[in-house]
Every structure is written in structure tokens, then in C-alpha cells.
């Protein structure tokens, strides 16, 4: 696969449609299954990982023949990856930081849409993932479901009676599913309600994370909203727990725009403008100071005080402006100085004037 | 009065409690923001809380001599001890979820509230689980006779494990 090309476009949880996508990032399901005759990982020789790796390879390769998977599937050798490869991986959100990270037989199968993809030997022998624009986890759902049950055709999973499918893990038990919604909430930070919304949350056994996993200060303010059990309930009912919590934040959120609007609309305004102008104009920049002022532009764009760019682009920043993406784009290695200063060129190009467009996909 | 902790202005008098004697803090916004609700370390989370979780429930109604005759339970299919299982967090292999059945219900419900799995089934189960097992217990035992330089084991056990794998390859 040529990860160059990957690297000029958005991918899909980038692409800045779909339902909500003002506030709803995007909607990614994933699904950990394991194969009934070799040990978990943890407890794999290295004969077993290459033989785990050779029959999960093929038999998710041949999907392309399948159904809406007709297509392309590519396989991705992970371990055979450079350190910038995997971790641009990473920040497409094609792989786990753990998955670039580890050592041994790895691989990932996507698809060039990049809705699609599985994880091969990371914490458990399989993880599927499907991932959607905007809120739709409905779509997202009725995919890795026919995926799931186009790959249990041709292999045998771990699975029993009692405890459902059977995970390296004891948290992924049972559905061995993790439903998550990535959301943008810079009015719920700017007020300091976030916090309060977090603690809620936590209340009805949902977790938050940050965009790459991070803790409770997300940069570029995404959060992402994921079930922490996965056994004892259905795969429709632990969907619906995220799906019914979703419209509540999102509610949250365009209030405390309301509010900032409202009581402070010269700040909110004078905030969003300087954020802008630095972007504009900086001549080296962090890749944190640019998710944070992104954040700002935004909100800035989405509440019409930024008139000259669309979310699309501003989408595109945000993924163009990671360090692995950046060196990927530039076509060298650079060190973090070296980084700050092409981050800031690449920033002043796309936002002053002449600025190709997005990539819509 | 500046922040103790940076250089802004403190606005923010605190009088927090540390071992029962009052002591007095003066932070400005962000930094008195961050000291009452300190942020979650996300990385620790697995890992140790699992570990934590698992020692957190083994505490409760367990002996010294049955928690140390417990760590020594091991699975016959992937040789883990329960011991290694509690330092990892991470099972061995789908048998652990057998042969420890008794001991991992009280930590999933721990976890998850509830101990049963309820959705989806694969239409295609395991026929016989048994024989799935069986083959990761074959492939660790021909390692093991081939560390112990023991071939005519070694061998008669790749035959076992080849017969098993080809009357499978035949059904599906």
C-alpha cells in the first residue's frame, strides 16, 4: 500500500460529514476475537504468531471476493514498517499506539476508504474495526457485524457459552466490543464544565479518553466516549448506551456556544481571531500550540466567526500537522525543531490565500 | 500574592488537609483547577487497576495459604499459573477461561456487574472445544520435547497435531 497517497487525504474520520458533524467527529466500532486453537498473544511462541499471522492474513484477504467488501483489502506488514510509518498509521487511527509499538509478527488489513480495519496479533489475535463520519453507529454496526461474520465463515473463534467470546483481557469479555463516538467540545472546556460532564459519564460506567487515548486534558478538545463493559449486555444494548448519551453532550456543547456567544461574544470572537492569526503567521510551531489554536478555529468556523474556510480544511490540519504526517508530506525525516518550523510553512501555506482544497474523498 | 505554583495571580485560597493538619494553598485559576480535579493517569489504567482489582479481591476472604495455593493453580492447556495471570493482567489461552472459571467470576463481575455473556453467538461454535484446546496443549508439549532435545516425542506429537489439523481443514 502506498502511504504516501494515504497521507495526502483525509481519511475517513476526518472527512467532516455526516450526522452532527459540527460536534461528532466520527463513529468507530471495534471487536476483539480471538482464534479457539492458539494461546493469546502474552502466551504465543514467535511459531505461533507467524502461523496466526499467515491464516488471519489469508483468510481476511480473500474477503475482497465478499460481498460490500468487494474491493481492495490490503495487507499491511506492521513489523516491516519504518518508526514514522507506523506511527502515521497511528495518527490515521488505523492502528493502536500499542499495535505500533509492539514487537513480533503484526499486521493490519484496511481498506482504501479506510472505514475498514484489522488489526492482526495486536492484544488479541483479531481487531476488527469500522469507523464512520459524523454520528452514525448504526452504519458503523451493520458493518463490522457482516465483516465479523464473513471472517467466523472461515475461521473458528474462541468462544464459549458462559463468557462469550473469550479475550486475552478480562475487561473485553463477553461482546468483546468497544463502542466509541469522538466528539469536538471546546465551549465545554472554555466553561469548565467538561469536568462535570466527565464525572456523569463515569457515573454510568462510560469511559473518556483523548483523541490518541491521552488523558483528561484531550488535545485539539476531542474526546472520545466509549462503553467500559462488555459483558452482560447485548452488542444492540451496549450501542444504545453510547447512542442515547451522545445527543445529551451534543446538547451541552451548542448550549455553552449559546452561553459563550451570548454573554462574551468579543472574547469568544477576539479568542477565535487570535487563534487564526497566529496559525497564519507563526514561523515555528508545536504540534500541541496547533491542535489547541485548530480547536479554537473550529468552533470559530462552525459558529460562522471565521468566514473564509470550511471544516473539511480545517480537518485536514488537524491529521496534516501530526509529526508523523508532516514528515510523510515534507518526504524527509525531521527532528522535533526541524518540525515546528515546517509545521508553521505548512500552516501558512494552506491558510493564506492560494489554499487547495480539502480533500472531500 | 502570586500562584505557588506559577507566577499569576493566586485567587484561589485553599485549605486542603494533609494528615489531619490544615495546610494553606494559594494557586490561581488553572493551577487550583488542576489541583481539585487532578487529571486521570489514562496509561496506568489497564495494567495496574487490573492487577490492583485482582489483589483488591483476592484480599477478601482469603487466606496467605489459599491465595499462594491459588497463584499455584495452572492451566493443563497453556501451563499459565494463576499467579502470572494476576502480574499480567493477560490470559494465556480460551482454556484459562475454563479452568478458572470459579476464580475470574467474582473479578468479571467486579468489572462488568454481571457474570453471564448475553448477544451474539457465532454461528459457527466450536463443535468440540475440546479438540481446539487439545491442539495448543500438543504444540507446547512438541516444543517443549524439542528443548529437551526429545524427537521421537517430538515427531510423534507433530504427527498428532497434523492429524487433528487435517480432519478439520476436511470439515470446513
Known sequence: MDLQELAKSNGEWLRGSGPQSDIVISSRIRLARNLADFPFIARATDSDRDEIGRILRERVEKLHVAGRFAGQLIYVDVRALEEVDRKFLVERQLISREHAEADGARGVVIDPREQVSVMINEEDHLRLQVMKSGLDLTAAWEQINELDDLIEARVTYAYNDRFGYLTACPTNVGTGIRVSVMLHLPALVITRQIDKVFRSLQKISLAVRGL?????????????????????????????????????????????????????????????????????????????????????????????????????????????????????????????????????????????????????? | MKCQKCDKPATFHITDLVDGKPNELHLCEDCAHKFLAPAVDEASESLPAMAGLLAQHLAVGETAEELARLDECTCPVCGITFLEFRKQGRLGCPHDYVCFANELEPLLLNIHGETRHVGKVPKRCASNAEQQTQLIRLRRQMKEAVTAEDYERASSLRDEIRTIESAREIKT
Open chain 1, 212 to 361: 490518541y487515548g491521552e488523558g483528561s486534558q484531550a488535545t485539539g478538545d476531542f474526546y472520545q466516549i466509549s462503553n467500559q463493559v462488555t459483558l452482560g449486555l447485548s452488542e444492540d444494548e451496549l450501542i444504545k448506551k453510547v447512542a442515547d448519551v451522545v445527543p445529551v453532550l451534543i446538547d451541552y456543547e451548542r448550549q455553552a456556544r449559546d452561553f459563550l456567544i451570548r454573554e462574551s461574544q468579543e472574547t469568544l470572537h477576539d479568542r477565535v481571531s487570535r487563534a487564526y492569526g497566529i496559525l497564519r503567521t507563526a514561523q515555528t510551531i508545536s504540534s500541541e500550540e496547533t491542535m489547541h489554536l485548530l480547536s479554537s478555529v473550529r468552533m470559530g468556523v462552525n459558529l460562522g466567526l471565521i468566514n473564509d474556510l470550511e471544516i473539511p480544511t480545517v480537518n485536514q490540519l488537524f491529521i496534516h500537522t501530526q509529526p508523523a504526517h508532516l514528515q510523510k508530506l515534507a518526504g524527509v525525516e525531521l527532528d522535533t525543531s526541524d518540525r515546528n518550523i515546517e509545521r508553521a510553512a505548512y500552516l501558512r501555506r494552506h491558510l493564506n490565500g492560494d489554499r487547495p482544497r480539502a480533500d472531500h474523498n
